[in-house]
Every structure is written in C-alpha cells, then in structure tokens.
C-alpha cells in the first residue's frame, strides 16, 4: 500500500522534533516523515518553562546539528537532606566533562529545533488536531479535526494524548503532591551549581539559570494551595526556611505556578504505533529526568526503524527499553513515595540523608548515580 507518510510523528515537542531528525541522519527520506503539533510554533517559541537536559542530552542535540541552544550549564550538582548529615556534590571535573548538564527554556529548545527540522525538509503540520488512529494490517490513518486524513506506515506518539485504547497498558500513581515553580533570585548565588535539597514535605530544585535559579519546590497539595495564596516577600520567607542559607537570601521571585505530580508509564505499542517520551512516561521531576528518558527514547527508536520499518522494530524497540525506563522509573518513583507515604521527618527520610553522605564517601556508588542522571542506563 502507497502511504502519505513513511512515519507520522504526533507530536512536535522536543522529543518528536529529536527523532525526526534522528531518522533523516540515520538515511530516511526526509519527506517521508511528518511531524504534527496541535500548536503553532509561534505559540510554542513564548513556552518560558525552565527545562534540565543532562550533558547525554547534549550529544543527541549535537549528533543532529541543534547545539548550542540557549541555556546555563550546570557543573555541580548539591543533593542533601534538610535538617540531617550527609550529602552528595557531583562535579564536573570528576567525570572529565565541559558540564554536567543544562537549564534552557522549552520555548528556546523547540524554536531551534523545529527550524532544524524544516532546514533538512520535514514535514511540518502545524498546528493540527488528530483526533483518532485508524491501524490496520497495511498503515494507519490519522483523522484529523480541520483537514484532510493521511496516511503512514508507522505512527509514533511523541506527547501526551490520544493513543489505541486497546493496546494502552497504563500504569498510573498519584503522589499527592504539587510542584510550585518560579524563577528565583538570590543574595549569595553560586555560579552554575544546582542543588537538589531534599524537605520533610518533598525535593526542592534549584537550577542555575539566567540572572538567579528556576525553582521546582514539590510539597504536599493542601501546602502549596498555601504557597500559592501569600505575597513574594511571604513566599520568599518560606522559601528560605525550606532552603537553608546556602545562597544567603531569597530576593525576588517571578510569578509562581503549580502542577499536581504523578506517575503514567504506559507501555504501549502495536504493529503499527509506539509511544515515547511523555506519551509512554511522565515521572515525578525529581532528578529532572523526564526529558532526557525521551530523548534516549529517540536515539534508540530512530536506529532501529533505520533497519526496518514494522512490528519486529517496535518489539524489539520496547524491549530495548524496559532496563532504561524501570531504572529511570523507579529511581524517581521510591524517591517521590518516601515523602508521600511517611510522616514528615519519618525514619525513612532520615535514612535518605544518611544515605545520601554514604554515597558521596563510595565512589562507585557515587559514579552509578551520576552516570545514570547524565546518560541513563545505555541500551
């Protein structure tokens, strides 16, 4: 059967707009795949969320030409436990890199992106809303809601959505809890180190960027309705009783903004369609790696349908993934359930903090950790 399309990918964020142009370097013809977004790239270029990508991540957007983009490197990394002894600084120097990784904003990172893609001829619908998947044994038709159907042999779900009920194997928890985040500025900055500090209530990120930090402070939801309700100077207060006087004081905050956090990991695949990134997974952001478990979701599927292009690279694309995502999965998740599921100051976070000292003392241990933020566990 002649398709429109070798490939649609649905879903032109950071990781559809990578596995595109992944495919094109790995030798398919560019005009055989199209990329659809449900937004322009007008309103995508104004997203001014902060985003982490690991130095991994870096060498995928390097291998495909969109490097550099706009972003503050981060060459330390401060993991600690309020309150408790022990903590981790992992460096730069120790693992022989330029940085351990970056803070740029999605807006940014599409906008490069996205004209990488139109340089080399992908096919870009935008804005366009699917609203179902028609598979049979030859292609699958999408169906849209402002335009004509079209076809493709392969379907791949980049962003959350719509997917093949019957082939969507959810997994599905929520932590009660919320994350606020803002743009930061402090008193006593420490240039291009990020800090992962760990509170009674939740982990509470502060990544380098720009003029001060992007913070992600995860607290339980009836606190950050709390949060959310008082004035800077109140906000800033709280902040700095939560922190500590690492930075020395909290000076300015820019509009603060929460969203409730959970667990989806859908292993979802058919003859025809896969999901990646935020389509097959969406992890608390402790450790800031949803992103980077995307991107190495494109590496990986982009070698492979390079090969082939049916049902035994999607199998084989799946099982080529399970060790990556669980480890990647689980690391976020057991951290993520130790504040939901104990009582503030519990037993369990004291034994975090003190693990925490124990793995900065044992190099091995130190370097498993820091090799699985920065590259994850290679395929």
Known sequence: MQTDFDIAICGAGPVGLTLAALLVKHGITSQRIALIDAKSIEQTSRDPRSIALSYGSRQIFEAINSWPIAATQINQIHVSRRGHFGRTLIEREEYDLPALGYVTRYGAMVTALNAHASSIGITLIRPANVIDLIENDEAVTLNFADRAALTAKIVVQAEGGIFIEQVKKSTHRDYDQTAIVAHVTVSSPIAHRAFERFTDE???????????????????????????????AEFLEQLG??????????????????????????????????????AAQTLHPVAGQGLNLGLRDAIVLARLLAKKMDANALQEFSESRVSDRNATIHLTDIMARIFTSAPAGGISQAMLGFSLGLVDGIKPAKKLLAEQMMFGRRS
């Open 202 to 232: 939740g982990p509470l990120a502060l990544l380098p960027q720009e003029d001060g930090y992007a913070l992600v402070w995860c607290v339980k939801a009836d606190t950050a309705q709390g949060l959310l309700a008082l004035t800077d």
């Open 241 to 278: 009783t939560a922190f500590g006087t690492r930075l020395g004081r909290f000076t300015a905050t820019r509009p603060r903004n929460a969203f409730p956090l959970g667990l989806n990991a859908q292993a979802a695949s058919s003859a025809r369609t896969v999901a990646i990134g935020n």
